[in-house]
């Protein structure tokens, strides 16, 4: 637990609602702003990720950039098939991250499995099997555009979520989202 | 050099080979039996077929099919080589010591038919995970964790 | 001001430059680099992106201190403040204006080039203590790395040493002529290349080589204590920055006041520049190439200019 | 499933002592193995003694899929074997299915598999070589690779719709015509692209550390080149001058004028050359294929939706970037293949890496490892 939380649990349960308030929407500027990734690369869908931090669509213009270790990262994008073997390695990567942290799962076999959903013995359909996933972009591979779509998405995701263990805050999506409550408060 | 060719070229100088060959799709099949297989492997090396490209194995129900395929720079040509193994004890022999190049292709035949390769150095799995049951390749393959694909079309 | 209350002033601006510095240095950094990628870098907060480093220094500062459980604790810990310390305090011996240096002593050329080298030792603690064989190959590799280049590095401050008469940073600056750029400039070459070896950039960056041992010897640290080294590496090239520029370019001599300062920071800049393009243009040394450059090119090439030096001092 | 990450091994050394050796584990997820490998590395203070690559974390069981799949379905699957090159594998692929349907395919088809494939080529080398560039620390030179490969594939885009798995080579043909001015803007774009991989070249060849760094690593004999059925530029690269293209010709080649550059040195340099001079050779048959092609079909009439060819067995090769990418098929008479078996170079030519990496250092090892030019969709299928 970051020293951050132990703050925000502190905070909420002292009802100290302007300073929480005020680290909450300093905390989640930074964060969204600072999205460092993790390139889960496997397969395909790993040549969209480059080509998306590369000269033409230049994800480091949102201040996002890839780095290959995980302890300094934020975000890390599953691009490409996940099979049982790559599984166990995936789930270390992801656990050694520093919290707070994000999962994107790019392209449909990160998502479902895809292509490859029937008939194989090997892949594992869709990352969620093993990681708590924030975005789903779909596409078999997706254009380099959804991935800065999907760094948008996790903006707004990152935008509602607050320091106090178990609340959200109140946030204008862009577009509806489905299921998002727009309205903050307490979550379930 | 066009398949005719080989032919007599194969029968000028192995004449014990020469019955066993046929011609499938345009290609050059010999088809041999398992314990001659490495001899076989070793008169068309001497030959002119210095690579060995490819190298698996078909399910055929009762055997398992093993497919060489050699390719001969100097003669532009390819041939297949062909034996069957028996499925209830499917053992042959490695042609590793031929061609380092069957190293890791027996390995992966090792690892999806269950095939053994004698004289193999080091028959280990190789694309799956060592703790892996069964040999997926294999028609009678089973996994609860297969989905089959809904027989519409 | 001496004593506690002085040190602790001192070490508080010390921090602040160095954090300051680390944030545009960074910043500078990733537009220089996207400039020769062609990419635009950083351009959302801020003009040209200029707070984008403050996003991603709250981000860090927020982040969870993993210490992971294989690691020695206490050495672990440490390390990064190991590397961070002697990089703030090189930086008190530098004259930052025409006229003024934060301590001016008679020997500040040789806390210059000995106190940064103390960093070597969290290098290798931050190596050895994470328990994790990227990071022990990254820290030994660091180790060996830094202490070659500690020779070169002397050498061609001392050349400078020798022309001036004087030890004192100050001294060299104030004595500096504009001849002296020409005639050393074998030295301010070898500075240069030493430097950024002392500073594990690239084409030096053996130790945290990206495409072989990930993150090299910080591999393991995560959050704040991961800024502290990246801190000190951006730090270090402001401090070796500004002494090459005071050395061995005049520093802020000639213009008084805050034009001095402008002068020294223009110069520094060119260098700070000029190191970033080299490591976004050239591939790395392997670590026998790098000894070998260290020993077999550049120490040779210092002593060389030490004669030179020599020959034209009894003609002053 | 475990990862197994054994982090302690004990050898005996010189004098008969045990001794400890460090085993550094690199990948799967690393960022200079090209995709999901891994390599067991046992190293001597920073000399490889021993590299064991781990493959199959990219293992989906395509060889078993596609045997509940169509003849047709399969193209769009072959797409994610070489993912680098997909073009390669669709090609590949038809070409078997085409002999053993008997289907014959029309020249304008058979023109634009050779424009598509031979700009496939490019884009493929400058992964390779950008990647190069990376492993060696270069990022820079990785980008202006990138660039080039951005513009074929903005080409491709325009021709078939889709940036990196076009399934646009199908049996008897191509899925579509090309797209009103498509050759004119290839060659308007060939001399610009002369001109980036020249200054791609001095930018890094030309620079001492990129050569320092290349020559004699891992060096590779011709005899082992062809004993362990190394093919195309890592093949090339040792001075086994080998081309499908040429000296086992298929399609319209024979119609086209190029040299294939063959390396003497077997080093991780001479590869990269090699790569390097096929892509100006590429751009040379692009430009003749653009001259020579003819208005016509571009898919063979009356091939049935539902191809069910009589049963038998072929194999068919083409010359990737990876080197001689073959599809063997057996078919039962039914509309599905019995068996397919896709003979991987990539798969090949990873097998050398124990021999070619031992007694370099750990950063060599990255470099063997990217001069050898894996795609892992490819190696593991």
């Not at chain 2, 004449?15 to 799709?25: G, M, Y």
């Not at chain 2, 698996?56 to 003669?75: H, I």
């Not at chain 4, 590395?41 to 078993?64: F, N, S």
Request: charged share 20%.
């Amino acid at each position: 637990m970051a020293l951050v939380d132990k703050l925000g649990a502190a905070l909420d349960s002292s009802g100290g609602g302007i300073i929480l308030t005020s680290v909450d929407s300093l905390a989640d500027w930074a964060r969204g702003k600072s999205l460092w990734s993790m390139p889960m690369g496997t397969a395909c869908c790993a040549m969209e990720l480059i080509a998306a931090s590369f000269s033409k669509f230049d994800f480091d213009r949102h201040g996002t950039f890839p780095r290959p270790d995980p302890r300094h990262v934020d975000v890390m994008i599953v691009a490409g098939t996940i099979t049982r073997k790559m599984a166990p390695a995936v789930q270390r990567l992801y656990e050694q991250m520093a919290d707070p942290k994000w999962v994107i799962a790019m392209g449909n076999c990160a998502v479902s499995g895809g292509i490859f959903y029937y008939d194989s013995y090997s892949v594992v359909r869709g990352v969620d099997e093993l990681l708590p996933v924030d975005v789903y972009i779909a596409g078999c591979p997706p254009r380099p555009e959804s991935m800065q779509d999907a760094v948008f998405q996790l903006r707004e995701k990152i935008a509602t979520e607050s320091i106090a263990p178990g609340k959200t805050r109140p946030h204008e999506f862009l577009l509806p989202v489905p299921g998002a409550s727009s309205g903050g408060g307490e979550a379930e | 050099m066009n398949i005719n060719e080989l032919r007599e070229h194969l029968c000028g100088q192995y004449p014990d080979l020469c019955p066993l060959f046929s011609i499938e799709f345009g290609d050059g099949v010999l088809v041999v039996g398992c314990d001659k297989l490495h001899a076989a492997a070793s008169d068309l090396k001497d030959l002119g077929f210095d690579r060995l490209g490819m190298l698996t194995a078909v399910d055929r129900d009762e055997t398992f099919e093993m497919v060489y395929r050699l390719t001969s720079r100097s003669m532009s040509a390819g041939i297949f080589l062909k034996c069957h193994v028996p499925r209830e004890n499917p053992i042959t022999h490695s042609l590793n010591s031929l061609w380092p190049a069957a190293n890791w292709q027996e390995r992966e035949v090792y690892d999806l038919f269950g095939i053994v390769f004698k004289g193999h150095p080091d028959l280990r799995r190789i694309l799956l995970p060592p703790e892996w049951v069964g040999h997926p390749l294999r028609k009678d393959y089973e996994d609860d964790r297969m989905v089959r694909r809904p027989d519409y079309i | 001001m001496t004593g506690f209350v002085g040190g602790a002033v001192y070490g508080l601006a010390g921090g602040l430059v160095i954090a300051v510095a680390a944030l545009f240095g960074v910043w500078w950094e990733r537009k220089v680099s996207a400039r020769i990628q062609m990419r635009l870098g950083p351009t959302e907060i801020g003009p040209a992106g200029l707070f984008q480093t403050l996003a991603d220094t709250i981000k860090l500062v927020l982040k969870e201190d993993i210490t992971p459980r294989q690691v020695d604790r206490p050495l672990f810990r440490m390390a990064p403040l190991l590397v961070f310390t002697p990089i703030a305090m090189s930086l008190v011996v530098i004259p930052f204006a025409g006229g003024w240096v934060p301590l001016n002593t008679s020997v500040g050329m040789l806390f210059f080039v000995a106190v940064p080298s103390v960093s070597v030792i969290g290098v290798l603690l931050a190596g050895f203590s994470s328990g994790n064989t990227y990071a022990t190959l990254g820290g030994l590799r660091g180790a060996a790395q830094m202490i070659s280049y500690e020779l070169p590095r002397t050498l061609s401050v001392l050349a400078m040493a020798l022309l001036a008469g004087s030890l004192a940073p100050l001294e060299v600056m104030n004595r500096y002529e504009w001849w002296w750029t020409p005639a050393t400039f074998i030295a301010l070459i070898v500075y240069f290349i030493s430097s950024i070896a002392e500073l594990n950039r690239g084409p030096f960056d053996i130790p945290e080589a990206e495409s072989e041992l990930v993150a090299g010897y910080f591999a393991d640290y995560s959050g704040i204590r991961w800024a502290i080294f990246m801190m000190s590496e951006y730090g270090g090239l402001v401090a070796a920055s500004f002494f090459g520029a005071a050395i061995f370019m005049g520093g802020a001599q000639g213009l008084p006041g805050v034009f001095g300062v402008l002068l020294i920071f223009a110069k520094a800049l060119v260098l700070i520049t000029l190191m970033m393009l080299v490591k976004w243009t050239f591939p790395r040394f392997r670590s026998d190439q790098l000894l070998t450059l260290a020993w077999k090119v550049l120490t040779p090439m210092a002593l060389v200019q030490l004669v030179i030096v020599g020959v034209i001092l009894p003609w002053l | 499933m475990t990862l197994d990450i054994k982090e302690r091994s004990w050898t005996t050394g010189s004098d008969g002592t045990p001794v400890e050796e460090l085993v550094v584990n690199v990948g799967p997820s690393h960022p200079s193995t090209h995709g999901v490998c891994r390599v067991i590395a046992h190293v001597d203070g920073e000399v490889v003694t021993k590299a064991e690559p781990v493959i199959g974390y990219l293992h989906r069981g395509i060889e078993k899929i596609v045997e509940n799949r169509t003849y047709l379905q399969i193209v769009p699957i072959t797409d994610r074997l070489d993912y680098v090159g997909s073009m390669y594998a669709n090609w590949a692929y038809c070409r078997s299915v085409e002999r053993l349907a008997g289907i014959r395919v029309p020249e304008r088809a058979e023109y634009l598999r050779v424009i598509t494939c031979e700009l496939q080529r490019i884009a493929s080398h400058m992964m390779s070589l950008g990647s190069t560039g990376a492993d060696t620390g270069a990022a820079t030179m990785f980008i202006y690779a990138f660039d080039v490969r951005e513009r074929i594939v903005e080409l491709f885009e325009e021709l078939c719709g889709s940036r990196l798995t076009y399934n646009y080579v199908r049996p008897g043909g191509v899925s579509m015509d090309v797209p009103e001015g498509w050759f004119d803007d290839i060659l308007s774009w060939t001399d610009a692209a002369r001109n980036s991989i020249s200054q791609m070249d001095r930018l890094f060849f030309g620079n001492f550390i990129a050569r320092g760094r290349l020559k004699g690593i891992g060096v590779l004999s011709a005899k082992d080149a062809v004993g362990w059925g190394a093919s195309g530029p890592v093949a090339r690269g040792s001075g086994v001058n080998w081309d499908l293209r040429k000296h086992d010709t298929y399609s319209v080649y024979p119609r086209f004028d190029f040299d294939v550059p063959v390396g003497s040195n077997g080093d991780a340099y001479d590869r990269a050359r090699c790569r390097l001079f096929e892509c100006y050779e590429s751009l040379r048959i692009v430009e003749q294929a653009i001259e020579q092609i003819e208005p016509g079909p571009f898919k063979a009439d009356g091939i049935p939706r539902l191809l069910a060819p009589r049963p038998g067995d072929a194999y068919d090769h083409i010359e990737s970037a990876r080197g001689s990418l073959g599809i063997y098929l057996v078919s039962d008479g039914s509309p599905r293949p019995y068996r397919m078996k896709v003979r991987s170079p990539a798969f090949c030519n990873l097998a050398l890496l124990p021999l070619l990496a031992e007694g370099h250092t750990l950063s060599d090892l990255v470099i063997v490892l990217g001069s050898l030019d894996p795609v892992f969709g490819e190696v593991d299928r």
